[in-house]
């Protein structure tokens, strides 16, 4: 079965035309978020200076505060969105479409991209001052060794799905990735069935056959490789819970699975990247021509420093926001994702393909409203049953759906739900698979 080919009468000049479309795409996006940042900033203390000498603290009849946590809020959206659809949009684009082509060597650059973040992990925490807590032997070999080797076969997964399929449908099977956590979750005990979850499973499914239906570009062999790659990313996410468990909660969890989880990755990816690609990176030009290499092995570092990046844009988000209104973004996010997809790469989409897509994004933004839901239901039975040390038993007892993370958040309180580690976690694994994440 071949590989999905750009139909272009000119594929140098139609390659040519994808790459300024990218490149400003992107830009232009990352351009409004430090715009929008820089601007806030000087209005907001114009703003401010002058209501202060008139006595007044409200812009536009909202408390100051209120109106530079809005803007901090769309800032960080903004910069989230550019970020990670940019990093999906260059994974396509770095290997499809590049140098006439395409980087064939899918496997070789995830390698690369988990020894990058290993070594940034590492890096940061050097310089943040704080040791990380070690982890058990048998904790780590049972739980960050599988974690790390599934997280390899997730992204490696990803990326192959990308010579068969286009963004567009890639991104509409890996957002079905909310079906198997509902199916794990229920198989494992930590969700009980309900009507509302089936509901879930209903509309995110049949979405995702709407979307497909009549595809000119449906490749099964891709189908079957991000398949696989959001079943693999659902139990890497099952797994991340566990472990996130047993971390102390002092440390930053986040960076914590990130130092320990990419070290088996990249190690546990080597031996297949040698075996499967090492013979053809040996004859390939990508090696003998000096100017490529440099400029792959520069793509691919800057590809995995974007997408270590994208883990502390989330957090700052987080820290700003609620899970809620994170999934609701993210939701929103694919949408973008495969709007700019069908705008640069020319990825076909009929009116039932769009309809299956409004109705797969109604699912996960309904699964959102369900998981938010719950974890307030938690909270407050938690308090209720428990009044002598409410805060205690709070802290101590890990929520099934949403841990809050105060070492992230001193403004999280009782109004505002944030999400923890796993849900930044889950959210990974279509954002890099959308590039690569943990």
């Not at 903004?78 to 479409?97: A, D, E, P």
């Not at 990058?116 to 940061?124: A, D, E, H, N, Q």
């Not at 997408?307 to 973008?336: H, M, N, Q, R, W």
């Not at 699912?363 to 009044?387: Q, W």
Request: aromatic share 10%; with cysteine; net charge positive.
């Amino acid at each position: 079965m071949q590989p999905l080919v750009t139909p272009a009468p000119d594929v140098a000049a139609a390659n040519q035309d994808k790459t300024v479309a990218l490149v400003g795409t992107c830009s232009a996006m990352l351009s409004v978020a430090l715009a929008l940042r820089t601007l806030s900033v000087c209005w907001l203390q114009r703003k401010a200076l002058e209501r202060r000498q008139r006595g007044q603290l409200r812009i536009c009849g909202l408390p100051v505060k209120t109106v530079q946590h809005a803007v901090d809020v769309s800032v960080f959206i903004v910069l989230w969105y550019g970020i990670s659809i940019g990093m999906t949009l260059f994974n396509k684009w770095f290997l499809r479409v590049w140098a006439d082509g395409g980087y064939p060597f899918a496997t070789t650059m995830t390698c690369i991209n988990m020894f990058t973040k290993c070594l940034l992990s590492r890096v940061v925490n050097r310089c943040s001052g704080t040791k990380m807590t070690e982890l058990p032997r048998a904790i780590y070999w049972r739980l960050a060794v599988p974690i790390g080797i599934c997280t390899s076969l997730d992204i490696m997964l990803s990326n192959l799905s990308f010579f068969y399929i286009t963004v567009t449908f890639y991104t509409i099977v890996k957002s079905g990735g909310n079906v198997w956590n509902l199916l794990f979750s229920i198989c494992l005990g930590h969700q009980r069935p309900s009507y509302a979850l089936f509901t879930v499973i209903l509309l995110i499914s049949s979405g995702i056959a709407l979307a497909s239906y009549g595809s000119t570009q449906f490749v099964l062999h891709g189908f079957l490789l991000v398949l696989s790659a959001s079943i693999i990313g659902t139990l890497r996410w099952v797994l991340t819970q566990s472990l996130l468990k047993e971390m102390d909660e002092s440390s930053n969890r986040i960076l914590g699975v990130v130092y320990y989880i990419s070290p088996a990755s990249a190690v546990g990816l080597l031996p297949i990247a040698l075996f499967s690609e090492g013979r053809e990176i040996l004859q390939s030009k990508f090696l003998l021509d000096s100017q490529l290499l440099i400029q792959s092995m520069i793509f691919i570092f800057v590809s995995g420093c974007l997408a270590f990046a994208l883990i502390f844009v989330e957090i700052l988000l987080v820290k700003k926001t609620s899970a809620l209104s994170l999934g609701i973004a993210g939701s929103f996010k694919d949408v973008t994702q495969v709007l700019l997809a069908v705008l640069i790469f020319g990825d076909h989409l009929s009116p039932i393909n769009a309809v299956g897509l409004i109705v797969a994004t109604c699912g996960m933004l309904f699964y959102t409203f369900l998981k938010h839901s719950e974890a307030d239901t938690t909270r407050y039975a938690l308090v209720s049953t428990n009044p002598d040390s409410p805060d205690k038993e709070f802290q101590d007892t890990p929520l099934p759906v949403v841990i809050q993370m105060r070492e992230l958040s001193p403004s999280s309180s009782s109004k505002t739900g944030s999400t923890d580690g796993s849900e930044l976690i889950r959210r990974e694994s279509k954002d890099y698979d959308d590039l690569e994440h943990v």
